[in-house]
C-alpha cells in the first residue's frame, strides 16, 4: 500500500511550516507495517500547489493522499471534513497573488465531502495520545484550494484514490514572541501516522460524534 502525504512551504512571514515539518518526520520514520509512505512539499500559492499535487499523484500511484495544512489558532489536530468551491484569500499567497471571491475549479461541484474516514481517523488520532477534532471548514486560502483541488482530481481523474486534509497547529517555535496554541512537530507526525493508518485499514468510518453548534 502507498499514501501520499503533503505539507506547505511556510508562507505570511513564517520560517517554518510545521506541516511539511510533520510530513517528513512521517515518511521517514515508515512506522506503519505493509505501508508505504512518500511526502511532498507544495507551495503555498494558489494553482500552482493543485498542480504540483496531481504531479505528486501520477507519479507515486498511491491509495491515499491526505494533505497537510498549518491553522494558526487551532488548539488540536482537525481532520476537514468538506472543502468548498471557493478562493477568498484574506492575504496574498507566495506569489503574490489575492484571488477574491473566485471559484476554485469554474463550473466545479459547490462542495466536495473528504473520502477518508474522518471520524474514525479522530478517533485513531485521540487513542495515540493527541488532541484532534473533526473541522467543517477548511477556509478559503490555499488549504482549502488544495483540499477541493484533491477532491475533484479523485472525482475526474483518480477514482481509486481515497483522500481528504488535515490541519495542524502552530509548531512551539513560532509562538514564542505571542499568545497562541501550538503542538511540538513530533506529536504532529504521531497524529498523522494514526491518521494515515485508520485512513488505509478503514473504509467505513465509526458512528461518532463530530458535529459542531457553530
Same mark, same amino acid.
Given at each position: %500500500?502507498?499514501?501520499?502525504?503533503?505539507?506547505?512551504?511556510?508562507?505570511?512571514?513564517?520560517?517554518?511550516?510545521?506541516?511539511?515539518?510533520?510530513?517528513?518526520?512521517?515518511?521517514?520514520?515508515?512506522?506503519?507495517?505493509?505501508?508505504?509512505? $512518500?511526502?511532498?512539499?507544495?507551495?503555498?500559492?494558489?494553482?500552482?500547489?493543485?498542480?504540483?499535487?496531481?504531479?505528486?499523484?501520477?507519479?507515486?500511484?498511491?491509495?491515499?493522499?491526505?494533505?497537510?495544512?498549518?491553522?494558526?489558532?487551532?488548539?488540536?489536530?482537525?481532520?476537514?471534513?468538506?472543502?468548498?468551491?471557493?478562493?477568498?484569500?484574506?492575504?496574498?499567497?507566495?506569489?503574490?497573488?489575492?484571488?477574491?471571491?473566485?471559484?476554485?475549479?469554474?463550473?466545479?461541484?459547490?462542495?466536495?465531502?473528504?473520502?477518508?474516514?474522518?471520524?474514525?481517523?479522530?478517533?485513531?488520532?485521540?487513542?495515540?495520545?493527541?488532541?484532534?477534532?473533526?473541522? $467543517?471548514?477548511?477556509?478559503?486560502?490555499?488549504?482549502?484550494?488544495?483540499?477541493?483541488?484533491? %477532491?475533484?482530481?479523485?472525482?475526474?481523474?483518480?477514482?481509486?484514490?481515497?483522500?481528504?486534509?488535515? $490541519?495542524?497547529?502552530?509548531?512551539?517555535?513560532?509562538?514564542?514572541?505571542?499568545?497562541?496554541?501550538? %503542538?511540538?512537530?513530533?506529536?504532529?507526525?504521531?497524529?498523522?501516522?494514526?491518521?494515515?493508518?485508520?485512513?488505509?485499514?478503514?473504509?467505513?468510518?465509526?458512528?461518532?460524534?463530530?458535529?459542531?453548534? $457553530?
Amino acid at each position: %500500500m502507498r499514501a501520499l502525504l503533503t505539507g506547505f512551504e511556510p508562507f505570511d512571514g513564517s520560517a517554518v511550516n510545521p506541516s511539511w515539518e510533520a510530513v517528513q518526520l512521517v515518511e521517514r520514520e515508515q512506522a506503519v507495517q505493509q505501508l508505504v509512505v $512518500h511526502s511532498v512539499l507544495l507551495p503555498c500559492v494558489f494553482g500552482e500547489a493543485t498542480w504540483r499535487l496531481r504531479e505528486a499523484i501520477v507519479e507515486h500511484e498511491p491509495e491515499v493522499v491526505i494533505c497537510v495544512g498549518q491553522a494558526g489558532g487551532r488548539e488540536a489536530v482537525t481532520v476537514e471534513r468538506i472543502a468548498i468551491n471557493l478562493d477568498d484569500a484574506r492575504i496574498p499567497d507566495n506569489a503574490g497573488e489575492q484571488p477574491i471571491d473566485q471559484p476554485v475549479v469554474p463550473g466545479g461541484p459547490a462542495a466536495y465531502f473528504s473520502t477518508l474516514p474522518v471520524k474514525a481517523c479522530v478517533a485513531a488520532a485521540r487513542k495515540a495520545g493527541v488532541p484532534a477534532s473533526v473541522s $467543517h471548514s477548511a477556509g478559503t486560502f490555499v488549504c482549502n484550494h488544495v483540499f477541493y483541488g484533491l %477532491m475533484h482530481l479523485i472525482a475526474t481523474e483518480f477514482p481509486e484514490v481515497r483522500g481528504g486534509f488535515v $490541519h495542524v497547529p502552530y509548531a512551539p517555535e513560532q509562538v514564542l514572541d505571542h499568545a497562541a496554541p501550538s %503542538m511540538p512537530v513530533p506529536l504532529v507526525a504521531e497524529a498523522l501516522t494514526a491518521i494515515v493508518t485508520a485512513a488505509v485499514l478503514l473504509h467505513d468510518d465509526l458512528r461518532l460524534v463530530g458535529g459542531a453548534i $457553530h
